[in-house]
């Protein structure tokens, strides 16, 4: 069993920047890939970021790349997103999950609909406002 808790959320002004945490209470090498997404208000969840425990590789969705960085800190047992040039659209729940079996793809895994079959464990989430 993973306990993740998200922190670092806040509000921001647009064209602003914020980094969030993950930390778990445990991160396994067994663990394949660990993500973040969000569900912004009266939409569904989407994958933002994912990174793969094994390699590093990572996969970001498409609104995000070139704003958003995904990193971990295996001595920490953290995970953080940095996001930079935040604009309104940003505003949403963002949630931190654990992919503990391996079955699927670094980039299924991150979708919206992949997400159910392979992330096993949730943090309840930090929440993001990008408001002038």
């Known amino acids: 069993q993973v306990q993740l808790v998200e922190s670092g959320g806040g509000l921001v002004q647009p064209g602003g920047s914020l980094t969030l945490s993950c930390a778990a209470s445990?991160?396994?090498?067994?663990?394949?890939?660990i993500g973040w997404f969000r569900q912004a208000p009266g939409k569904e969840r989407e994958g933002v970021s994912c990174?793969?425990?094994?390699?590093?590789?990572?996969y970001y969705e498409d609104s995000v790349k070139g704003r958003f960085t995904i990193s971990r800190d295996a001595a920490k047992n953290t995970v953080y997103l940095q996001m930079n040039s935040l604009n309104p659209e940003d505003t949403a729940v963002y949630y931190c999950?654990?992919?503990?079996?391996?079955?699927?793809?670094?980039?299924?895994?991150?979708?919206?609909?992949?997400?159910?079959?392979?992330?096993?464990?949730w943090g309840k989430g930090t929440l993001v406002t990008v408001s002038a």
């Open positions: 999950a654990v992919d503990s079996a391996g079955l699927y793809s670094l980039e299924y895994s991150c979708s919206a609909y992949g997400s159910e079959d392979a992330m096993d464990y």
């Open positions: 445990k991160f396994s090498s067994d663990y394949f890939v």
């Open positions: 990174i793969s425990v094994s390699d590093g590789s990572t």
